[in-house]
């Protein structure tokens, strides 16, 4: 079973790439912490990598000691390497985006946390409480 003492992550995208929004919620209550977009063209995974991103920082900045939980294996990996990896074609639709992407790797490059990062095993325990409820 997961542990609701967490944050929980989840990017929501209409089409790929389309239009993107990205949020974190308190896993125990449900609570927006946070929500950014939508980003009129983005992708899912581009997405999950900033919601990990901001909920990192977000933590860290609060002080707050509980892990972070996201659906996205994909966006677990581009974490650790410190990289979003997206083919994402940088233009002037998704300047904003690939700014915010920037900022995220920069913050991952110069910044340490002891935050576990877990996977959401959505088939055991259903959709992650971030969820857009899209599907």
């Known amino acids: 079973m997961p542990n609701f003492e967490s944050l929980a992550v989840d990017a929501a995208c209409s089409g790929n790439p389309g239009l993107m929004e990205y949020r974190g919620v308190y896993a125990k209550t ?38 972070i939980y996201s659906d996205s294996a994909i966006a677990i990996s581009w974490v ?10 940088r233009d002037s639709k998704t300047e904003q985006l690939f700014l915010l992407i920037e900022r995220a790797e920069k913050w991952l ?19 992650i409480p971030a969820d857009f409820g899209r599907k």
């Open 80 to 89: 650790k390497q410190k990289k979003c990896k997206t083919k994402l074609p």
């Open 30 to 67: 449900g609570e927006v912490i946070f929500h950014q977009g939508p980003f009129k063209e983005g992708t899912n995974n581009i997405g999950e990598f900033l919601a990990l991103v901001h909920g990192l920082a977000l933590l860290k900045q609060k002080a707050f000691d509980m892990p």
């Open 109 to 127: 490059r110069e910044n340490t946390y002891s935050t576990p990062i877990l996977k959401w095993e959505t088939r055991q325990w259903g959709e």
